[in-house]
């Protein structure tokens, strides 16, 4: 296995005609030896484009794909040895499974009894022992994706592999035994691993660091916890979490010196840790806060509720082991989402408090996130 | 109501009925019988069939028949699916190539006969001419080869074409994944032939043989304008024959029983050919 290196890269599709489209522009990473990656995105953001490029099957318009140090820009899919499983299952269906699983390796020129030891050893790992001698075709979807895995994974000199939505024709109950496999050989062989996909679920069950594209550049590449916890900014905090953070504009004013974010009437500290890094003149602000992080009360009459901003809720969702409540802020056109527990009582039309732990906030400017120096 | 599926399906058995089953009917009832002009026919039982069978005529137009159409399928199958591999698959010359290959299987057949009539004229013809430099004379009236090999080249002129449209409409369906995988998992140019394109035309192929089968067995027009059966009988196959005997011949009883034997023969060979293809290379081990 082996460190691959994207830098700097650029592609262009019909550069010089009125159809002239920037597809990934100047993305920059390191895929760290046997690390399990994702590449997240919405559809057309660049991904399958910048996962060709590395596998070899397009050449950039401007940058190098670097793989142990090596430049392997200019060379043909063969001689990189990077396996690439695309979003259907490929497979030879001429062959057997077994011969599909010898493919490569006879290409390679491998000899027999080395292609047999090598396809018993894959087959025991994806569970296929019993379908070598099967016409793939009539195998079904899944079992034809872990074929073409197994190919990927069976040569002895695999740098990498790349996955390019490879879960699109499984089916959804399907779906985590699959995933399962995949992540064992991925572990197994100490493979690094490049796993596309638009549904983050995936990528970060699959991935210790998630690479998240927008519009063909690369906005965060970070464990998931990070994205999570740390967005680079709005994008990142909007697509990363189910239902994605509370992004509330607001304007900025000053009590004792501390900025105050202001959102209608009702001001919200923030936190002391970003105070230094605030400018109270500052247009294009955002505070972005996690549904679960939002604290919810009931209004209960004669109740202090002092750190609370009044809001009324507009609609209440179960998802499975809670809820997620849609309330507006009173006095104000600014919905927050908040997830409350699946047995906490309350209804469409009530008045409730919220509180935003100044700790939980995260601060945007002009999109980008504010972090303490 | 349980009817009712079955009258929207009238008018379509009412067609295939006029079209198809009344006359192939007619042509089983007049196969059992004899028809001289001037006589009331009567019932003959097999004995039109026993005839033509033993008519050495027949089994010379049936062999001759089978050799044209093998070597039809042969040349014409490889040689639009070589086409169809070399054609362009985007751009302006797509446009440009599919114009051209349909010229040909825009012209009547009996023009492409007349055609070719006029390339072999002895006196103003350009194949006799394009011959006579090399010192060889060129005559279809008078050479067997010759009339044989014109009418074939006629054949494949014609008809490779639709062969090239129907293997090019193949190809173009071949999701392209298939050929990043095969590069990936560095096949070469005949293995990935062999493996992605060969497999994945598979049905199409079969199309293309069945056409190309059943047509080059009712071949008629073409030869009968170029050459009309001959020198001797040596381009008569088995359409021209059948016509002799039905109209020339004015021995209805017995066309009618030679086109049954041609019917069945055209289904027996499209049947074994659609089933040895259609089994052939599934999910084998591969090659070593």
């Known amino acids: 296995m082996a460190e691959v290196e994207v830098r700097d890269i650029r592609h262009v599709y019909d550069p010089g005609t009125p159809d002239e489209t920037v597809a990934v522009d100047r993305v920059n990473m390191t895929l760290e030896d046997g690390s399990a990656n994702a590449l997240l995105g919405p559809s057309g953001c660049g991904k399958t484009t910048l996962l060709q490029i590395i596998s070899g099957l397009l050449t950039p318009t401007e940058g190098s794909i670097l793989i142990d140090g090596e430049d392997v820009t200019e060379l043909p899919p063969a001689d990189r040895d990077i396996a690439q499983v695309f979003q259907f299952p490929v497979i030879y269906d ?173 001001s919200i500290a923030v936190s002391d840790a970003v105070h230094s890094e605030i400018d109270p003149d500052w247009t294009d602000c955002q505070i972005g806060i996690r549904p679960s992080s939002v604290v919810v009360q009931k209004a209960n009459p004669g109740e202090s509720t002092d750190d609370y901003l009044p809001a009324t809720v507009t609609q209440v969702e179960m998802v499975g082991g809670f809820q997620i409540i849609t309330a507006y802020l009173d006095e104000t056109e600014v919905a927050v989402k908040a997830r409350v527990a699946h047995d906490y009582a309350i209804e469409e039309g009530a008045s409730i408090g919220l509180r935003f732990p100044p700790d939980d906030i995260q601060f945007f400017h002009q999109e980008q996130a504010i972090r303490a120096s | 109501m349980k009817q009712r599926p079955w009258l929207f399906l009238l008018p379509a058995l009412l067609l295939v009925s006029l079209s198809a089953f009344i006359p192939l009917i007619t042509v089983i009832n007049y196969s059992q019988l004899t028809i001289l002009p001037g006589t009331e026919p009567y019932f003959a039982g097999l004995e039109n069939f026993v005839a033509i069978l033993e008519d050495e005529a027949f089994q010379g137009a049936l062999g001759r028949q089978i050799l044209f159409s093998f070597l039809v399928l042969i040349t014409e199958i490889p040689l639009g699916l070589g086409l169809a591999i070399c054609m362009p698959k985007e751009g302006p010359w797509v446009g440009v190539c599919l114009v051209l290959l349909g010229i040909p299987l825009l012209i009547p057949w009996n023009v492409v006969g007349i055609i070719w009539r006029v390339f072999t004229r002895s006196d103003i013809g350009v194949l006799p001419a394009f011959f006579d430099w090399f010192g060889y004379s060129y005559s279809i009236s008078s050479s067997t080869f010759d009339a044989w090999w014109t009418v074939l080249v006629m054949d494949i002129w014609h008809w490779t074409p639709l062969v090239v449209l129907i293997c090019y409409a193949g190809i173009q369906a071949i999701p392209k994944e298939y050929y990043m995988a095969a590069k990936i998992d560095r096949a070469s140019p005949w293995k990935t032939f062999r493996y992605v394109t060969l497999p994945n035309l598979r049905g199409v192929l079969i199309i293309a043989v069945l056409l190309r089968l059943m047509d080059s067995f009712k071949i008629y027009a073409e030869p009968f304008v170029l050459t009309g059966g001959g020198p001797g009988s040596s381009t008569t196959f088995l359409s021209t024959y059948t016509s002799r005997m039905a109209i020339g011949g004015f021995e209805m009883g017995r066309g009618a029983a030679t086109s049954l034997i041609y019917f069945f023969i055209v289904i027996l060979f499209s049947f074994v050919i659609y089933i040895v293809m259609l089994n052939l290379g599934q999910g084998a081990g591969g090659d070593q």
């Open chain 1, 94 to 266: 001429s062959m057997d499974v077994y011969g599909n699983l010898a493919f490569p390796l006879r290409n390679g020129g491998v000899p027999e009894a080395e292609i047999e030891e090598r396809i018993h050893r894959i087959a025991d790992l994806l569970e296929l022992g019993d379908l070598l001698h099967s016409n793939p075709s009539n195998l079904g979807p899944e079992l034809n994706q872990l074929v073409a895995l197994g190919r990927g994974i069976i040569r002895a000199d695999t740098s990498a592999i790349l996955f390019d939505e490879p879960m699109t024709d499984v089916e959804p109950s399907r779906k985590l035994t699959i995933r399962r496999r995949v992540k064992e050989a991925q572990q197994e062989f100490n493979i690094t691993a490049l796993y596309v996909t638009h549904d983050q679920h995936e990528a970060l069950t699959f991935a210790e660091k998630v690479a998240i594209m927008r519009d063909g550049t690369l906005v965060q590449y970070d464990t998931g916890e990070n994205l999570y916890q740390n967005p680079v900014n709005t994008f990142i905090g909007h697509f990363i979490g189910s239902p994605g953070m509370n992004l509330l504009a607001c304007d900025l004013t000053r009590q004792d010196g501390a900025p105050l974010a202001q959102i209608g009437p009702h």
